[in-house]
């Protein structure tokens, strides 16, 4: 149970698009989502609380006009990189919390994909 | 907010050594404590985690201590073995489902023949 997949895997594109990254929950249902970015040999470092039917929560510093954010349902929440440069080329991966599990605090990664702005 | 500090940064054990990875916190609130691993291009991995109300949790190779005193809790990785190479990180958090994890920087374990 509580599995996390992220589509797609792998991206690359031209600099000046948009990408969108989507998270799903296949086993549960996630009022909440967290998207992270994490550079090469790095930590990962939360940009963002997704919150099912209500605007996303934004870490400081990250722009919500650039990664824009929509969980429009209670299995999938997607993040757009707007207008891409190759500084936004990193690893991003969500993560999910099953509320209807005994371990509410656990939460559950996505497989990661990893973006590549030429 | 929460900081998370975790040292070493890497650690080389030879295989049947143990390894102990620690970590400090700086917000007394935050009472929740899991461990993940991350092997190179995967998502991460749960693979203990501690609540403030327990001092030490077992499991098989794995333990985890907590000093909520003095805000550090330590991963200890007992009969080392080549495939427990990867990155662990330690993070901490409130508990409930919309508190935000804050992770350490890392420590990436190398177990050698």
């Known amino acids: 149970g509580a599995v996390v997949s992220q589509h797609p895997s792998r991206v690359i594109c031209k600099s000046g698009t948009s990408v969108k990254i989507e998270c799903r929950s296949l086993?549960?249902?996630?009022?909440?989502m967290f998207w992270y970015r994490q550079f090469p040999k790095q930590s990962l470092m939360l940009m963002a609380t997704?919150?099912?039917?209500?605007?996303?929560?934004?870490e400081q510093g990250v722009e919500k006009d650039k990664f824009l954010i929509n969980h429009a349902s209670l299995t999938l929440s997607t993040l757009t990189v707007t207008s891409a440069h190759p500084e936004d080329s990193s690893f991003y991966i969500c993560?999910?919390?099953?509320?209807?599990?005994?371990?509410?605090?656990?939460?559950?990664f996505g497989p990661g994909t990893r973006l590549l702005v030429l | 907010g929460e900081n998370v500090e975790q040292h070493p940064s890497t650690l080389s054990v030879q295989e049947g050594d143990s390894a102990v990875i620690k970590c400090t916190y700086s917000?007394?609130?935050?009472?929740?404590f899991p461990w993940y691993k991350q092997e190179l291009g995967k998502r991460p991995q749960l693979i203990i985690d501690?609540?403030?109300?327990?001092g030490e949790k077992k499991d098989q190779r794995i333990a985890v201590t907590l000093n909520k005193t003095a805000k550090h809790f330590s991963l200890h990785i007992t009969e080392t073995q080549p495939e427990d190479s990867a990155v662990y990180f330690c993070?901490?958090?409130?508990?409930?489902?919309?508190?935000?994890?804050?992770f350490g920087t890392g420590t990436r374990l190398q177990v050698m023949l």
């Open positions: 993560s999910a919390r099953d509320p209807s599990g005994g371990r509410l605090e656990t939460q559950y």
């Open positions: 917000d007394s609130a935050s009472n929740y």
């Open positions: 997704s919150n099912e039917g209500s605007k996303a929560t934004y």
């Open positions: 993070a901490a958090s409130l508990t409930g489902t919309a508190s935000k994890l804050t």
């Open positions: 086993d549960f249902q996630a009022t909440t």
């Open positions: 501690i609540r403030s109300n327990v």
